[in-house]
């Protein structure tokens, strides 16, 4: 452009909020006035702003995504796929007992559970991705950790003992020894 005053009207307007948002720079248009020239520089850190959070942001949900396939592969094979709650108990124990390896492995599952939840909270978008195999699907990923945890807490309570600390109060009934917990669960023994 011609040196001189700063153009104003809309079309020139929306050209060139266009080019400093996309580009960062300035074209043919240059701002004659200093409020036009900060204008033109807040716009254009405000494109880069939205830029840079959009990109962010799929990236994030790129990232839970991924962490969400990898934990519902993990647990599809180790219920050799059949999304199995004593299939998955079963592998945990070695000759029938369950020992420390036992415990850090359902400890890590329940953080993974909690991190996918949390992810899924966070970003709504996740509930877009959907593949064809049903093992990546959320719903059998909490289905599959609901069923070990009822199963963990119903039949197999009083054989692990590290569930001990998450128990809030014990106590004996009729000679029984009694467990409950914070979900609500009792198991008697």
């Given at each position: 452009m011609e040196t001189g005053a700063t153009p104003t009207d809309f079309i020139t307007a929306l050209y060139y909020s266009g080019f400093s948002l996309s580009t960062l720079g300035t074209g043919d248009i240059v701002p004659q006035t200093g409020v036009y020239r900060l204008l033109?520089?807040?716009q254009a850190i405000l494109g880069f702003s939205v830029v840079t959070m959009t990109l962010t942001f799929f990236m994030s949900v790129y990232s839970q995504l991924i962490q969400r396939n990898s934990f519902a592969s993990s647990l599809h094979y180790r219920t050799a796929a059949t999304a199995d709650a004593t299939e998955l108990l079963i592998g945990l124990s070695s000759g029938g007992q369950f020992g420390s390896s036992a415990e850090q492995t359902i400890s890590n599952t329940?953080?993974?559970v909690?991190?996918?939840i949390e992810a899924q909270h966070n970003y709504a978008a996740l509930g877009y991705f959907r593949f064809q195999e049903s093992h990546y699907a959320l719903g059998r990923i909490l289905f599959l950790v609901?069923?070990?945890a009822t199963l963990i807490h119903s039949a197999?309570?009083?054989k692990l003992r590290f569930l001990?600390?998450?128990c809030i109060r014990q106590g004996t009934s009729n000679g029984r020894k009694t467990m409950?917990?914070?979900?609500?669960?009792l198991v008697r023994t």
């Open positions: 033109m520089i807040l329940a953080q993974q909690l991190t996918l609901m069923d070990t197999l309570a009083r001990r600390p998450f409950y917990f914070r979900s609500g669960v």
